[in-house]
């Protein structure tokens, strides 16, 4: 049996990796700024991390929510620690896109309404509702379209003004828009939506799957703007590259049995994963390193004539740049062997680095990336 194509591949296999570095099957080694998507937070193969999954592995892997699991208390409590939300709820899934999906559902539960405002360029996943409200298309099959999504433009709150009605659930935002570009709402224009939402009844939900976990330098992005949301969906850097999702849940939610649910999600092991990973981000102090680190790169980039604009904020960058983005990304990839990301549409490079990165790899990238463009 084949795999079913849906993938571009690099013809690149990778058989090994610690900390920032990937070995292939050739034993070639790659410098990686992309985390695999976004998703390893504390490098690769940490110590602990391997040491404590295996440990759990000899007790317990799974189990399904008909118990008590306690781990997720645990989770629960270290993830509170972590974002400063005091005392929201936990429910945990096994992806970006479930945890959207329950998000939305949740929302439209609590509020007895139908629609939802998302905005233009964003991605949110590619289950029903996850893929309706993302603005791409070419990603949704004719079951998935839907009048129940209204479109605003990000950063323009006349634009959400015009479509808010006494049927929008909810507005589902990133806390930076990730697959788009990296495209920055402002700090006025969350406040701004905050207080429409809540002058409307409707739920603010925001979607830090890719921008959350600390990458910006904060737990979540839109704590710069000292908003709280109703319902955040978080995923991949919860647990290091075990499939882990969740939605952190405002306490006015109620919660009804069977409202929600799911077989894998909360099992021993993945919550094993993400209470490993959020123990070695506390440890290191990887939320104050991504910020540091963040500043470091950001002052190494600024100003360079092979960039036309340079966005985002702490380790989560989007480099546009003057030249073919592409081709300046596979030079990085095979000439000088560093993985990074792309958003296609906006002519950008997407750097998502491991948040234990250090001054050395940022030198090595930005030495590559004066080399490719020609800066050096
Ligand atoms: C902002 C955002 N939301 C949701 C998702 C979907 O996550 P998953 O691929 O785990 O379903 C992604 C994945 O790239 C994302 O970047």
């Known amino acids: 049996m084949n795999t079913f194509e849906v993938f571009k591949l690099y013809p690149i296999a990778i058989e090994s990796a610690k900390g920032m570095e990937l070995t ?25 991390y391997v040491k404590g999954l295996k440990a759990q592995l000899d007790k317990i892997g799974f189990y399904s929510n008909s118990v008590r699991i306690p781990f997720q208390e645990e989770l629960a409590v270290k993830l509170q620690k972590l974002s400063g939300y005091d005392d929201y709820k936990l429910f945990l899934v096994n992806s970006g896109a479930e945890a959207n999906e329950n998000a939305l559902k949740l929302a439209s539960f609590y509020t007895n309404r139908s629609k939802v405002i998302a905005f233009r360029k964003a991605f949110h996943g590619r289950t029903s509702l996850a893929v309706a409200v993302t603005d791409s ?14 479109w605003a ?5 006349e634009s959400v003004k015009a479509v808010m009605d006494n049927d929008v659930a909810a507005v589902i935002i990133e806390g930076i828009q990730g697959v788009g570009g990296v495209k920055i709402p402002t700090d006025d224009f969350l406040r701004q939506l905050r207080e429409l939402c809540t002058a409307n009844g409707s739920l603010l939900i925001v ?10 330098g904060k737990f979540f992005y839109h704590q710069y703007s000292g908003i709280k949301a ?7 850097g919860i647990a290091n590259g075990f499939p882990v999702g969740a939605i952190m849940i405002n306490p006015e939610i109620p919660a ?31 939320v104050a390193n991504a910020a540091k680190m963040g500043d470091y790169l950001f002052g190494k980039l600024k100003g360079h004539k092979a960039i036309k604009d340079l966005r985002g904020k702490g380790l989560m960058v989007g480099i546009e740049t003057v030249a073919d983005a592409a081709e300046i990304r596979n030079k990085l990839l095979f000439d000088e062997h560093i993985f990074t990301g ?6 950008t490079i997407r750097l998502i680095p491991p948040l234990c990165i250090t001054e050395k790899e940022i030198d090595r990238f930005v030495e590559a990336f004066d080399k490719v463009t020609n800066n050096a």
């Open 256 to 286: 009804k049995f069977g409202m929600l649910g799911t077989t894998f999600g909360g099992n021993h092991l993945g919550c094993m994963a993400a209470i490993l990973t959020a123990d070695v981000m506390m440890k290191n102090n990887y």
């Open 230 to 236: 109703d319902i955040i969906s978080m995923a991949k």
């Open 342 to 347: 792309f958003s296609g549409g906006v002519n």
């Open 207 to 216: 979607d830090e799957i890719q921008c959350g976990y600390g990458r910006t």
């Open 24 to 48: 292939d099957t050739e034993g070639k080694k790659y410098l990686d700024l992309y985390g695999g998507h976004g998703v390893i937070s504390i490098g690769h193969c940490q110590e602990d």
């Open 153 to 157: 433009d990000l950063n323009d709150i």
């Open 137 to 150: 298309p070419a990603i949704q099959a004719p079951i998935n379209k839907t009048d129940k999504v209204l």
